[in-house]
Structures are given as structure tokens and as C-alpha cells.
């Protein structure tokens, strides 16, 4: 995944809650730690929809 400075880097997303601010903070911390990003390999052109 590469790096575009844009709102299309963005993957996923955490929102967590608790008590205080440091607790939802720890709790969104552990959450992201948890999501796996797999990709696949991109279509050949010739297997693609032509760019549309």
C-alpha cells in the first residue's frame, strides 16, 4: 500500500470508548493491532475491465 497523503490512504478505522481518554486511547491501540491488511496482486490489463 503505498503512501499518497490523501484520504484514500486510509484502511480501516478504530473508535474505541472507555472511562477516561487514556483508557479509550489503550483500547483503540489494542483494536488496530488486531487489523490484517492482505492484498492480492493486481489484474493483468488483458484480465481487467479496461481501465473503467
Known amino acids: 500500500v503505498g503512501i499518497t497523503h490523501s484520504f484514500q ?3 480501516a478505522c478504530v473508535v474505541a470508548t472507555g472511562a477516561d481518554a487514556a483508557q479509550a ?3 483503540a491501540a489494542a483494536a488496530a493491532r488486531l487489523i490484517r491488511i492482505e ?8 484480465e481487467g475491465d479496461g481501465g473503467r
Open 25 to 27: 486511547a489503550r483500547r
Open 9 to 11: 490512504d486510509r484502511l
Open 39 to 46: 492484498l492480492e496482486e493486481p489484474a493483468a490489463p488483458e
